[in-house]
């Protein structure tokens, strides 16, 4: 069973930068493709970005050139390096996995992807 958590998280001002982590157990971790999503107060959880296992990135365009997805194959973690911050990226943010080897792309629906850690909260004061 695959087990993700999430850390980093809190409450910065715009234009600050914030790591996440996200810590992963139960294997195959560079098997697979990882993501990053988020979910702001009332709104649907979206994808924010994607690590691929091959290790090309994918993000959604409202991040694009401010954060950054790396992964640590040795060490099951993933990250997101966020610069610039804006009041409006505050969020919960998840990580979530998907199966190993289960397509040779990375995928933006939640639907495709498996497992999900608890959430951390990033807050962004303006």
């Known amino acids: 069973q695959v087990q993700l958590v999430e850390s980093g998280g809190g409450l910065v001002q715009a234009g600050d930068s914030l790591k996440l982590s996200c810590a992963a157990s139960?294997?195959?971790?560079?098997?697979?493709?990882m993501a990053w999503f988020r979910q702001a107060p009332g709104k649907e959880r979206e994808f924010v970005g994607a690590?691929?296992?091959?290790?090309?990135?994918s993000y959604a365009d409202f991040v694009r050139g401010r954060f950054t997805i790396s992964r640590d194959n040795a060490k099951s973690t993933l990250y997101l390096q966020m610069n610039s911050l804006k009041s409006e990226d505050t969020a919960v943010y998840y990580c979530?996995?998907?199966?190993?080897?289960?397509?040779?792309?990375?995928?933006?629906?939640?639907?495709?992807?498996?497992?999900w850690g608890q959430g951390t909260q990033v807050t962004v004061s303006a």
């Open positions: 690590s691929w296992r091959g290790g090309a990135t």
């Open positions: 139960g294997g195959g971790f560079s098997t697979r493709h």
């Open positions: 979530a996995a998907d199966k190993p080897l289960r397509s040779n792309t990375a995928s933006r629906l939640r639907s495709d992807y498996d497992y």
